[in-house]
């Protein structure tokens, strides 16, 4: 039985979508997968009741910025964590300006992701990636194989995406029990880094429309798929018409693209 947060006095959110790591050796492994020095930046989405934010200020690092939607689990970590390296901001992750943060960059990213804005989580990291070095999120076992998936199901849009943007590498599997209240989906460590010297995308907005129009109903082929748009087919061989998206890799879909942007 997964033991309860450390207060009884507050309660665990089902709209914050809290689940609170209680395997007190995970947030260790968690941290031996990153590089940490004197001089490092980390942040964590969603504090929680501290289990990982405690195992991070027991690092020689220069600052801990912790962002926590929910101002009851701010306060008790604030008051359970003194630390002059500890700067908890009591905002939702998809709402922060990450400005203040430019200063003491590269940031390396640590946090047990809210399962239901993974994705928009994600999003927001792309957009930021110039101030990360690396970082391990904790995801659904699901989201996780979609992140790093080559082809099959469950490969398309957001396996492209993210994987454009960062290097992935699976880590462990976590079980329900190592939470409480305990989900009812396996966990998944992942590292991730950003990928430096990006390859040129022509068009890189439109691309991504594209990517997601080409795996719009990815059991269906791509002349299927495409029909209803605007784009010139008759640029495309036949046989690779007749191809479904998901059998396809990134450098295909970039060859495709050079052929019908026009």
Known sequence: MAKQPFSDSIAVKKKYGQHFLRNEAIPYRIIDAVTLGPDSSVFEIGCGDGVLTKAILEQK?????????DPEWAAYVQKKLPDPRLTIHLENILDVDFAPMVPYKPWVLLANLPYQITFP??????????????????VQEEVAQKIVKTSGRGYGFSSLFF?????????????????????????????????KNLKEIPQAELFWKFIKLIFHQ????????????HYDLSRIDAQLQAKRAQ??????????????RV
Do not use: C
Request: hydrophobic letters at 45%.
């Open 61 to 69: 690092i220069a600052r801990l910025w912790v962002y926590e939607i």
């Open 121 to 138: 989580i994600l999003f927001r990291l792309v957009e930021n990636r110039d101030l990360l070095a690396e970082g391990v999120i904790m």
């Open 163 to 195: 994987q454009y943007h960062f290097e992935w590498t699976m880590m462990e599997k976590v079980p329900p029990g190592a939470f409480f209240p305990p989900p009812k989906v396996n966990s998944r460590l992942l590292h991730f880094r950003p990928r």
């Open 218 to 229: 990815p059991r269906r082929t791509i002349k299927n798929n495409l029909s209803q748009t």
């Open 247 to 260: 059998q396809l890799s990134m450098n295909d879909l970039l060859a495709i693209w050079e052929l019908i």
